[in-house]
C-alpha cells in the first residue's frame, strides 16, 4: 500500500474486489464534490464517472431515513443507502460518520482500514 487508500480501492472495485452499493443522491453529491474538488476535473471527466458509478455499483433507492448523524443530517444519506443495500461497511473520510464507528449491522470504517481487509 502507497498511501493514496482512494486510488488501491478504485482498483479493488475495478477488480470486482467488492461490490460499491450507491444511491443516486450520493452519486450526486459525488459530482458536486468533483466539481469543486482542489484538483480540477473537467466536466466530461466528471460524467464518466457518474456514468461508471451508475453501470457499475448496485444503485438503491433508500426505503428508510434515519436521522443518526446530528452534526451533520446529509451525511444520513450514506446510512440511508448502507440500510437499503445491506452492506458490511461504509467506507469514509468523514468525520460525522466515522464518529458513529457501527450502525446496525456495518462498520464505518477508513479508506486505510478497509483496504487492510484485503492485505
Known sequence: MDG??????????????FTLVSSLEIIEEVVRTLKTFKIRMDDTMIEEW???????????APIEKVKVVVDD?????????AIAGDVQYIVSQDKHLLKIQKFRSFKIITPEEFLKLFY
Request: glycine share 2%; proline share 3%.
Open 50 to 60: 457518474r456514468r461508471i458509478i451508475l453501470e457499475n455499483a448496485i444503485i438503491v
Open 73 to 81: 443530517p446529509d451525511d444520513n444519506k450514506f446510512l440511508d443507502a
Open 4 to 17: 493514496n487508500y482512494c486510488s488501491e480501492i478504485i482498483g479493488a472495485w475495478k477488480e470486482n474486489r
